[in-house]
């Protein structure tokens, strides 16, 4: 009996391509051993085995596009390892490959740190794993990172940076968004002073939150007063979902960024909410990510300023959102304010906030009311 092995149904939205076969046509294979890695351009994904048995059909090859629901191969339940010869072999790159030896998969006292993708490109590329630092749980050393080692001698000497399979989807991606949905950004400022405060008072107890978290659950509150900034086009109607699922951008350097998704945001106390995004953001800096984790985003935050940048108006990469948040770096700032009646020069912490969105789902007058009840709570957040 054989068992189908399917690439799976919940995926971002862009197209995956096959990047790895962990496993060779005629190996055993138990239930949940990670068998092959997609790749889109948020997330690489192992998808493990459904059955035990032995790996009898690889039909989909590496850099094949692997749409939701596609046949990736099938499983032979109970075939005798000893009895590979009555196992139709379906030729692929990797299967040929030579084995790598144990060796490229340990590290110190023997601790496995290499998935058999990434044995797979030292032996091709000739690189030795000890000089590499691994990126991955544990300290394991990835696929990513062999393949940065392999590009980046010859990148920091002549400038040039081969295109990953991310970057070129990033690149995909970013001339559909703008393309597709005429964007459009408003701009206000926030004065964060009730925030910090807030913020301080929780960490002298003993919780630690990021502004992040703030951002995330003022602006599902805000989603009140204009509940189409939370919606998405289709032909015949603006469809406004009833769950707010906030994705938010975390950069992984070089190579480029995922945007995890805070699921039913708006249910969702301020504490759970860091909770949530601190598992996030550790486990997308990790390579950790599943499909599901950055999937079903409804809204997007782009939280630009902890890199620098005082404003930016974000793209809205993501087909189905109507808008995305982008909040630039706090600082102080002279600004003029009314006490007891009389105008008044004051240091403040402050951020521009803009939020860009595609001009077919809302108009000026919803954009300017949601941004206004945005910085309204943040401004006005209660104590401690």
């Given at each position: 009996?054989s068992?189908?092995?399917?690439?799976p149904?919940?995926?971002?939205?862009?197209?995956?391509?096959?990047?790895?076969?962990?496993?060779r046509?005629?190996?055993t294979?138990?239930?949940?051993?990670?068998?092959?890695?997609?790749?889109?351009?948020?997330?690489?994904?192992?998808?493990?085995?459904?059955?035990?048995?032995?790996?009898?059909?690889?039909?989909?090859?590496?850099?094949?596009?692997?749409?939701?629901?596609?046949?990736?191969?099938?499983?032979?339940?109970?075939?005798?390892v000893?009895?590979?010869?009555?196992v139709?072999?379906?030729?692929?790159?990797?299967?040929?490959?030579?084995?790598?030896?144990?060796?490229l998969?340990t590290?110190?006292?023997?601790?496995?740190r290499?998935?058999?993708?990434?044995?797979?490109?030292?032996?091709?590329?000739?690189?030795?794993?000890a000089?590499?630092?691994?990126?991955?749980?544990?300290?394991?050393?990835?696929?990513?990172?062999?393949d940065?080692?392999?590009?980046?001698?010859?990148a920091a000497?002549?400038?040039?940076?081969?295109?990953?399979?991310?970057?070129?989807?990033?690149?995909e991606?970013?001339?559909?968004?703008?393309?597709?949905?005429?964007?459009?950004?408003?701009?206000?400022?926030?004065?964060?002073?009730?925030?910090?405060?807030?913020?301080?008072?929780?960490?002298?107890?003993?919780?630690?939150?990021?502004?992040?978290?703030?951002?995330?659950k003022?602006?599902a509150?805000?989603?009140?007063?204009?509940?189409?900034?939370?919606?998405?086009?289709?032909?015949?109607?603006?469809?406004?979902?009833?769950?707010?699922?906030?994705?938010?951008?975390?950069?992984?350097?070089?190579?480029?960024?995922?945007?995890?998704?805070?699921?039913?945001?708006?249910?969702?106390?301020l504490?759970?909410?860091?909770?949530?995004?601190?598992?996030?953001?550790?486990?997308?800096?990790?390579g950790q990510?599943?499909?599901?984790?950055?999937?079903?985003?409804s809204?997007?935050?782009?939280?630009?300023?902890?890199?620098?940048s005082?404003l930016?108006?974000?793209?809205?990469?993501?087909?189905?959102?109507?808008?995305?948040?982008?909040?630039?770096?706090?600082?102080?700032?002279v600004?003029?304010?009314?006490?007891?009646?009389?105008?008044?020069?004051v240091?403040?912490?402050?951020?521009y906030?803009?939020?860009?969105?595609?001009?077919?789902?809302v108009?000026?007058?919803?954009t300017?009311?949601?941004?206004?009840?945005?910085v309204?709570?943040?401004?006005s957040?209660?104590?401690?």
């Open positions: 009996m068992v189908e092995i399917r690439v149904d919940e995926q971002e939205g862009t197209k995956a391509v096959v990047r790895a076969w962990l496993k046509v005629g190996d294979v138990a239930v949940n051993d990670p068998l092959v890695e997609l790749e889109t351009d948020k997330v690489t994904q192992e998808v493990p085995s459904p059955a035990a048995g032995v790996l009898s059909e690889i039909l989909l090859e590496t850099d094949a596009e692997a749409v939701p629901g596609a046949l990736l191969g099938r499983i032979s339940e109970g075939l005798p000893s009895t590979p010869s009555s139709r072999v379906e030729r692929s790159r990797d299967t040929f490959a030579p084995r790598p030896s144990t060796a998969g590290n110190g006292g023997g601790e496995a290499l998935s058999p993708s990434a044995k797979r490109a030292l032996l091709q590329h000739g690189i030795d794993p000089g590499l630092t691994g990126t991955g749980r544990d300290g394991r050393i990835t696929r990513d990172d062999v940065r080692a392999a590009t980046g001698g010859t000497q002549t400038g040039d940076v081969p295109h990953d399979r991310m970057r070129l989807k990033i690149a991606n970013m001339v559909r968004a703008v393309s597709e949905a005429p964007h459009v950004t408003a701009l206000f400022e926030a004065d964060f002073s009730a925030i910090a405060a807030h913020k301080k008072a929780l960490a002298e107890r003993g919780t630690k939150l990021s502004y992040t978290a703030y951002l995330v003022a602006a509150e805000a989603m009140a007063v204009a509940p189409a900034i939370n919606g998405r086009w289709e032909n015949d109607r603006i469809a406004i979902g009833p769950m707010i699922n906030i994705g938010v951008g975390t950069a992984l350097g070089d190579k480029g960024l995922v945007v995890p998704v805070v699921k039913d945001a708006g249910a969702l106390s504490e759970d909410i860091g909770r949530t995004l601190d598992d996030l953001t550790t486990r997308a800096r990790g990510l599943t499909g599901s984790d950055v999937s079903g985003g809204f997007t935050i782009s939280n630009h300023g902890v890199s620098g005082l930016a108006s974000p793209i809205i990469l993501h087909a189905g959102q109507a808008a995305i948040l982008g909040v630039g770096k706090l600082e102080k700032r600004m003029v304010r009314e006490v007891d009646g009389d105008d008044a020069i240091i403040l912490p402050m951020a906030v803009t939020l860009t969105i595609d001009h077919r789902v108009d000026g007058h919803q300017n009311a949601w941004l206004s009840r945005f309204e709570i943040l401004e957040w209660p104590a401690a």
